[in-house]
Structure formats: C-alpha cells, structure tokens
C-alpha cells in the first residue's frame, strides 16, 4: 500500500476566518471541511485521499497542527448532508447554515480575486470535495520539519 502523502493545509485566507478554522481543528470540534473541486485542478493539486496528512498553517504561515484525510468524496454543493455541515466546526445547525455560510466565502471578492472572475458564482450543482480528518495528536510531532518536508516534496511535484 502507497504511503499517504504529506502536504500544507489552508484552511480559507489568511485572516480571521483561517484563524478560527485552526482554533476550531486544534478544538477537535472541526473535523469535516469543503473545497471547490475546480480549486484542486486550478492549482494542480491532487484531490485527497485517505491516509494522507496536512500539516495546517495558521495566518502567519506557522504550522499549527497535524490532520490527516480519513474521507474525500466529490459531490455536488446540494448534496452536502447534515453530518458534514456539523463536522464542519463552525456552529452551523443545518444544511442551510452550512450552504449560506460557504455560499458567502465563495462568493466574497477575495474568492473571486482567487479565481480570476468577478462574477464567479457557485450553485447546487457546483462540484465539492468533501473531507473528513482526524487530528493527529503527540506532543513528540516536529511541526516545522514535517512543514519543511511538506513544502519541499510540494516544490518537487
């Protein structure tokens, strides 16, 4: 079996919103989280995989944790179901608060300066990449080597 690959993990934009979203994972309350499928191709990531590990860096580029992939599936933005909605750490009560929240990131001028469009609209049938993590704990993890291995093997690929 293929080791699982090691990455960086950007939870939003630098900025509040990534700062709560790294409390939240350091919390062990956010364990789900949803990106555009079109953002992977964009950058020429691979989708994740089960097994995989990111290590995710706060606002100032500081690793802040240890997740690992346990699920990724490709589904449409309409189809996100209510467990992941809650996983998602962010005090949402349904899909609905789920969708109007992503729906406002999505949208936000920031999102669009991201993908070039100024009119960049995400709807119901607007594929998904929905993961569900785990935190990896241990006090013994070297977060900034594991950043240093994770930013190199990202500038060898």
């Not at 960086?8 to 949803?34: M, Q």
């Not at 977060?143 to 500038?155: D, E, H, I, P, T």
Request: a negative charge; glycine letters at 12%.
């Amino acid at each position: 079996m293929e080791a699982g690959r090691l990455s960086v993990g950007e939870f939003a934009f630098p900025g509040p919103l990534r700062d709560r979203l790294v409390a939240a994972i350091l919390a062990g309350a956010k364990t789900t989280t949803t990106g555009l499928a079109d953002d992977y191709e964009r950058d020429g990531e691979p989708l994740p995989r089960p097994g995989d590990r990111e290590v995710v860096i706060d606002s100032a580029g500081e690793p802040a944790a240890l997740i690992e992939i346990v699920s990724a599936r490709v589904i449409r933005v309409g189809d996100v179901d209510l467990e992941h909605a809650l996983g998602e750490g962010e005090g949402y009560a349904t899909v609905a608060d789920w969708r109007a929240g992503h729906e406002a990131f999505w949208h936000s001028d920031a999102m669009r300066e991201y993908v070039g469009d100024p009119h960049f609209t995400v709807d119901g049938d607007t594929l998904a990449v929905a993961v569900k993590f785990r935190l990896v704990a241990g006090h013994d993890l070297d977060l900034a080597a594991l950043l240093r291995q994770a930013r190199a093997q990202a500038g060898a690929g």
